[in-house]
């Protein structure tokens, strides 16, 4: 299974970004879906997740900014990011867990936010 990332670029601090990421297969079942960012010289951290039942998950750091949402026929899940500050430009990367608890990552997204 692969997964295809896009949404990611550059925009002004206030703005907003809206990432989605596609699984190559659709018949693959997903236990979870999800976010993880890397800024750099920094570790990759949790985002925000999304499970088969819809329930969300979401870094303290988000603070209501970020919407995650699934598409379960299509096996795609997004991130709507608004308010995005400096401190939110990281590689955004999207996470698929499947049923056998086997992680799939996308390619990884570039979001630069300026000040």
């Known amino acids: 299974v692969q997964l295809q990332a896009s949404g990611g670029g550059l925009v002004q601090a206030g703005g907003s970004l809206r990432l989605s990421c596609a699984a190559s297969?659709?018949?693959?079942?997903?236990?979870?879906m999800g976010w993880y960012r890397q800024a750099p010289g920094r570790q990759r951290e949790l985002v925000a997740t999304?499970?088969?039942?819809?329930?969300?998950t979401y870094a303290d750091f988000v603070k209501e900014r970020f919407t995650c949402s699934r598409d379960a026929p299509t096996n795609t899940v997004t991130l709507q990011m608004n308010s995005l500050t400096p401190e939110d430009t990281a590689v955004y990367y999207c996470?698929?867990?499947?049923?056998?608890?086997?992680?799939?990552w996308g390619q990884g997204t570039k979001v630069t936010v300026s000040s």
């Open positions: 996470l698929f867990r499947s049923i056998s608890f086997r992680d799939y």
């Open positions: 999304i499970n088969s039942g819809g329930t969300t």
């Open positions: 297969r659709r018949s693959v079942t997903v236990l979870l």
